[in-house]
């Protein structure tokens, strides 16, 4: 196979290609094999490894390890710190996420084509690319059986109230609902970017590179002209071999929190690098039950509730096993201990909100970068809300307590609590957040007052640099936003490849 794992290179790397990308998440994978069916020369770099399913235990602890960055550690720095997990193998954090998809909603692109002047992501443009990209990832709403009793006794609740919900579309084949998506499936059935669009790739010609940490982009004034990249060994040192690669179109897609560091480490200046970051801020809503849940049986991210989601509020199924769960379960001591023996009675749902607030990525010395954030007062009263409404769904279907996350007031006994909860003031720094779609730090805009990468993916002002992942998205995309990473990637590509 066209392969090269960076820690059994043996000698300094040199290669001449049509198109570099860098980065093998939602982005880069989708951008390389597009790339390299339209028939260019293409080298796909990663900076973690390439693992076999076999591999992947659905053990937490282990897991984390050998597919998250920093063991899944990595947060923004503002009131609160959020928690904000990133893949680091081939696939990306498609490789541990919960195989959610969704395309953008159309009265988001109608903004973007509004707003940015990106008449190419007018709805019917990219309805033919949803479509494609969905086909090839096996893109089916959860069948009955694999829903689970957490998402059951969830959507009990949601009727109840009358709330719009549904089972979600995720791109599975012959999903065994197992329910460790977030620690790298276990049996091949979901179809991250490692087993899909990466092979896909390289069944095209492309050669895919892992262990390379790209360190720097090679330029000369503003034309780019590839990349250098650091060679690691296992443990992801250094192993002081290096990548040289020669392209005429460089495509970084390193994610939204690396790309822009990688694009200033390499010199490229645009006003606007790094700002816009959104996140999704979201809270894990978790509820007791007098009988036992077991919410641990099937797809742990089965169900939605989209009632509320043109308000910025998005509620969807997320359990967890214990260790997980655990920092979100209220109390110490022996409170906490009671309440864990009980797990089995849990159910937990997540409450996430499109911000209108920002924060942004910057860089701080030896090119890593720090992602700035604070929740606004608008969004912690969104965040309220959003949480206010799961607890009345877990109210409205039996629970007898619900835990809220925010720290001022941990549990809620009844359904009067839950609706009192979202009428009052809870600041910033009392929520446990968490979030998992940064997005935004690169936006794509036709004006380059307004973004820095144009329409195609092009950085403005720059000739053969290309953004192709999160970091481009102009906006939030109100729900989880891997399919139209893909679908945005599709495009830039194909873009590409036509230009020659
Ligand atoms: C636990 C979890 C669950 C999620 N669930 C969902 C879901 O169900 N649905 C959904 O839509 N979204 C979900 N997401 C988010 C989704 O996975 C991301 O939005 C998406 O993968 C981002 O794509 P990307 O291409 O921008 O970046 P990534 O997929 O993160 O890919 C970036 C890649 O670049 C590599 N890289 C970074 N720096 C370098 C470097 N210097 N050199 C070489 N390589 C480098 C990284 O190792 C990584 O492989 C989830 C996220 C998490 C953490
Ligand atoms: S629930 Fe399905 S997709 Fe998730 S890890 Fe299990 S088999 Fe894989």
Redesign the pocket.
Same mark, same amino acid.
């Given at each position: 196979m066209n392969h090269l794992d960076g820690a059994a290179a043996t000698s300094d790397v040199r290669r001449a290609v049509d198109v570099v990308v860098? +980065?093998?998440? @939602?982005? +880069?994978a989708v951008a390389a094999a597009t790339l390299a069916e339209a028939g260019a020369r293409v080298l796909l770099? $990663? $900076?973690?490894a390439y693992h076999r399913t076999e591999e992947f235990s659905g053990h937490p602890p282990e897991m984390l390890t050998l597919l998250y960055r920093n063991r899944g550690l990595t947060a923004t720095l503002g009131t609160p710190v959020i928690g904000v997990?990133?893949?680091?193998?081939v696939g +990306?954090?498609?490789t541990?996420?919960?195989?959610?998809?969704y395309p953008a909603p159309d009265y988001v692109l109608e903004r973007w084509v509004r707003d940015e002047g990106l008449g190419d992501l007018a709805p019917p443009l990219m309805a033919p690319r949803f479509a494609e990209v969905s086909r090839r990832i096996g893109v089916t709403p959860v069948p009955e059986e694999l829903l689970g009793p957490n998402a059951r006794l969830f959507r009990k609740g949601a009727e109840a109230l009358g709330f719009a919900g549904a089972p979600i579309p995720r791109n599975v084949k012959g999903c065994k609902g197992t329910g460790v998506c977030?620690f790298g499936c276990p049996t091949g059935a979901k179809q991250s970017m490692n087993l899909s669009y990466v092979p896909a790739a390289l069944a095209a010609g492309a050669e895919l590179v892992t262990r390379?940490?790209?360190r720097r982009l090679l330029s000369d004034g503003n034309r780019i002209w590839g990349v250098e990249?650091s060679l690691l060994d296992a443990k992801g040192q250094p192993t002081g071999r290096t990548l040289r690669a020669l392209a005429r179109a460089t495509v970084v897609?390193? +994610?939204?929190f690396?790309t822009p560091a990688?694009l200033r480490t390499s010199g490229v200046r645009h006003p606007l690098l790094g700002r816009n970051l959104r996140i999704h801020p979201a809270a894990r809503v978790g509820a007791m039950f007098a009988e036992p849940v077991k919410g641990w049986i099937g797809v742990p991210?089965s169900y939605h509730v989209s009632q509320f989601e043109r308000e910025g509020i998005f509620i969807q199924g997320i359990f967890a096993p214990p260790g997980v769960e655990a920092p979100s379960i209220p109390g110490i001591g022996r409170e906490h201990r009671e309440r864990m023996r009980r797990f089995s009675h849990l159910g937990s749902f997540g409450a996430l909100i499109s911000e209108s607030g920002s924060g942004r990525v910057v860089t701080v010395p030896g090119g890593q970068p720090l992602a700035l954030y604070s929740l606004s007062p608008p969004d912690c009263r969104r965040l309220a809300r959003a949480i206010s409404l799961t607890a009345q769904v877990w109210f409205a279907a039996g629970a007898t307590e619900v835990f809220t996350s925010v720290r001022s007031r941990p549990v809620l006994r009844s359904m009067a609590e839950a609706r009192d909860f979202g009428d009052r003031a809870v600041g910033a720094k009392y929520f446990d957040a968490m979030a998992?779609?940064p997005m935004g730090t690169a936006r794509m805009s036709a004006d380059p007052a307004r973004g820095v990468v144009d329409g195609s993916g092009r950085v403005h002002g720059y000739e053969g640099l290309y953004v192709a992942? @999160? @970091?481009v998205l102009p906006s939030s995309t109100r729900r989880?936003?891997?399919?139209t990473?893909m679908a945005v990637a599709t495009k830039i590509a194909a873009d590409l490849a036509a230009s020659g």
């Open positions: 860098i +980065g093998t998440g @939602a982005g +880069g770099l $990663e $900076e973690g997990p990133l893949g680091c193998a +990306g954090t498609t541990v996420n919960s195989g959610t998809c977030a390379a940490r790209a990249a897609a390193v +994610g939204a690396y990688l991210q998992f779609h992942d @999160a @970091a989880n936003p891997q399919l990473i």
